[in-house]
């Protein structure tokens, strides 16, 4: 059964801006290859766009996109939920007001407003039968709303989403490197490193499936690195696929012997070997690693991503000293504002540690999101949840993602709010649902 909607209740000084419509586009882009990770594969892009449109007092009009990405092994969050409960979502935000010539008290009521549709997510009755645990429900439908909440002051303000979000602490976002699909072979690593670009950090790898072949793998990619880029990183994503400290140090001891045999001497980042709900096992874990590192000409890094959905768990880890880097993803944290927190708050507490924005599949238009949050975070030390998106039959943003010439650090946003618009007639043949509402009727199409 779904929950009754109520009018969120926001105190505005005035009402020069009023949302007067959302639109809610179901998608699925077909992948020009499947992508794989240690749990599960995926062919499509599938998402909801949320389009927000607002109008002032002297009829100037304004509008917000965001991309609603649900995932079931990230978010625990399936369409089937996340459809349903956008539409109900979306009646809570007709009418709402902005001033539009105080952004500070605007974007307070953009924290108002999610604070009222996070209550409301937190109270519905999810139909998937693994739902997250108690708090973290609708994650990425939350953040598709956030997203295009701040995008709308953005062209409310003809300003650059960052600059709506928070204080902008650098000029420019690079990519760090690639991510490979899980079932790499030997060969096609050592052409990852050799396509690496001179700028790339670091080549990442998705693992966790056959140990035998993946460590053969990790030879041939060190080898390659050792001969061609020993300045190059390798970044590992086991997706929880070790499960418990013991058999993550037992993998890492014979990774940790196999980078010993091959001379190299970089760093090795390992990305959720354990358990997401495990704190303590990374904790083990990243011991005994910061152990090794005392010995070795190299170091193995811990990275907590599963473990990681917002400010709370940023403090449990944090408590635990338990591991070395975090990975922010902006759909587990329900948007871009509880992102920043995060990352504050490790800016505060936690200066070594380092921060990387990942990502899910998605067009540019949700790419368009962690692009904007990375110019605002206290530290970025890695990105590559913000790529163009070659890997989609179609891009559905009018304004694509690019790289600046010759390197790969991303063109910043020439227009304002997102940076992009949504490209209707591309999108077209990709639509599977559309329900939209207006405040002159307040009434739904579907």
Known sequence: MLLMCAQLSVHVSASAWTITGVELI?????????????????????????????????????EGVGDMLPRKNVTNEPMSDAWPAAQQMAE????????????????????????????FANAYRLSY????????????????????????????????????????????????????SLGLSSSDAQKAVAKAHAEHRCVRL????????????????????????????????????WKDASHALEALGQIREMLR???????????????????????EVTRHTRQWAQEDPFEILIMADESV???????????????????????KAGGLME???????????????EVYVGGVLMSDVGAWANHQLGYCLPRLDYMTGAVPRRAITVNPATNPLLYR??????????????????????LEPFVLNFHQITTNSNESEN
């Open 261 to 283: 045999e091959t001379n190299y001497q970089g760093r090795f980042i390992c990305e959720q070997p354990t358990r997401e709900d495990d704190f303590e096992a990374l904790a």
């Open 92 to 119: 809570l935000l007709i009418d709402v007001s902005f001033s539009g010539d105080d952004l500070v008290a605007d974007r307070a009521t953009v924290v108002e407003l999610m604070a009222g549709l996070k209550k």
């Open 339 to 353: 992102s920043l927190r995060m990352a504050e708050y490790l800016h505060e507490k936690k200066t070594d540690w």
């Open 206 to 241: 998705k693992i966790g499936g056959d140990e035998e072949a993946e460590l053969g793998m990790l030879r041939a990619t060190a080898l390659a690195i050792v001969g061609m880029r020993p300045d190059l990183e390798i970044f590992v994503d086991v997706n929880q696929g």
């Open 309 to 331: 959905w917002d400010l709370e768990d940023v403090r449990k880890l944090v408590a635990l000293d338990a591991v070395d880097q975090i990975n922010i993803k902006i759909q």
């Open 405 to 426: 010439r010759g390197t790969r650090t991303l063109v910043g946003p020439n227009a304002s709010g997102l940076g992009t618009g949504l490209d209707r007639e591309a």
């Open 26 to 62: 179901e998608y699925k882009i077909p992948r020009t290859s499947v992508f794989r990770t240690a749990k599960g594969s995926s062919s499509v892009t599938p998402g909801i766009f949320v389009v927000l449109s607002a109008s002032s007092a002297n009829g100037q009009a304004a």
């Open 129 to 180: 039968s693994k739902p997250p645990t108690k708090g973290r429900e609708l994650r990425a439908t939350l953040c598709g709303f956030d997203v295009a909440l701040l995008a709308l002051l953005g062209d409310i303000y003809d300003k650059p989403l960052h600059e709506v979000l928070g204080e902008t602490r650098r000029d420019s976002v690079r990519i760090a490197g690639v991510t490979k």
